[in-house]
């Protein structure tokens, strides 16, 4: 078995974390269910990490040992979720490469879509969202505002499925985020009077309530259906994508 082959059968996945597909360069994505955390902040935090391994948050990549000695395995971190939300989430195995494709993160190079489920029905089947968004980082949280900011945040939204009206109104909609700030699907939803069920930041508290006790629901329905993107790797063009199935839950009680 090969030094690549062995890094990936012995990468010591977190609960339910599934491989969706890597490429022969070692760009490779999985699926990180709800309530796995992207990295580990701290050492108490290792069992819901989405690797069971150590992560060093200067290089930002987890590393586990190999069996012999020598230098440990390693991937790379390359861009993360929210705690509560499910989706594709990508990891390279070099260093070199891994910092080519974060920087396509930072120059909106990458495609992503989303689906959500929230409560209420947007008014329009399609459209563009606009706004200014003012995003604050203090002890250790993150928390975006969509009154008075200055950061630009642009995403296209798309009506699935919708059931119901009024205060029994649900719809599932896809986002497709053309910037990427923290928090900014949640904040854009709420801010049109479509929480996202279950965000206990932004959301609606009651209804989040009332949908858990009826449905046995308690999770965000946020979910990061797919990523795509093109890079260059010793001189050849690549082409990325990968796709997490819909979790069931989100189109369960739509019927």
């Not at 029905?121 to 993150?142: M, S, Y």
Request: proline share 5%; charged share 25%; net charge positive.
């Amino acid at each position: 078995m090969s030094a690549t082959e062995h890094l990936w059968s012995t990468a010591p996945l977190g609960r339910d974390v599934t491989l969706l597909v890597r490429d022969a360069n070692g760009v490779a994505a999985f699926a990180k269910p709800a309530g796995v955390l992207s990295h580990p902040n701290e050492a108490k935090d290792k069992p819901r990490a989405l690797l069971a391994a150590h992560y060093d948050a200067a290089m930002e990549c987890y590393q586990w040992p190999r069996e012999g000695g020598g230098e440990p395995f390693r991937l790379w971190l390359l861009n993360r979720l929210d705690s509560a939300t499910s989706g594709v989430i990508l990891l390279a195995a070099d260093r070199e490469l891994a910092a080519a494709i974060r920087a396509q993160f930072k120059r909106k190079q990458v495609g992503k879509i989303y689906q959500a489920l929230v409560f209420g029905t947007p008014v329009k089947p399609v459209e563009i969202w606009r706004d200014h968004l003012a995003v604050v980082k203090k002890g250790g949280l993150i928390r975006t505002a969509a009154d008075a900011g200055r950061v630009p945040a642009e995403s296209r939204m798309r009506v699935l499925r919708a059931r119901g009206a009024g205060q029994n109104a649900l719809a599932l909609i896809q986002l497709e985020p053309r910037t990427g700030r923290s928090h900014q699907l949640r904040v854009q939803c709420a801010k049109r009077h479509l929480p996202i069920v279950g965000d206990q930041t932004y959301g609606n508290f009651v209804r989040n309530r009332d949908y858990a006790k009826r449905t046995g629901e308690k999770r965000l329905f946020l979910h990061s259906l797919e990523t795509r993107f093109d890079y260059e790797w010793k001189g050849r063009a690549q082409a990325f994508v990968a796709k997490a199935p819909l979790p069931p839950e989100f189109v369960a009680h739509l019927a």
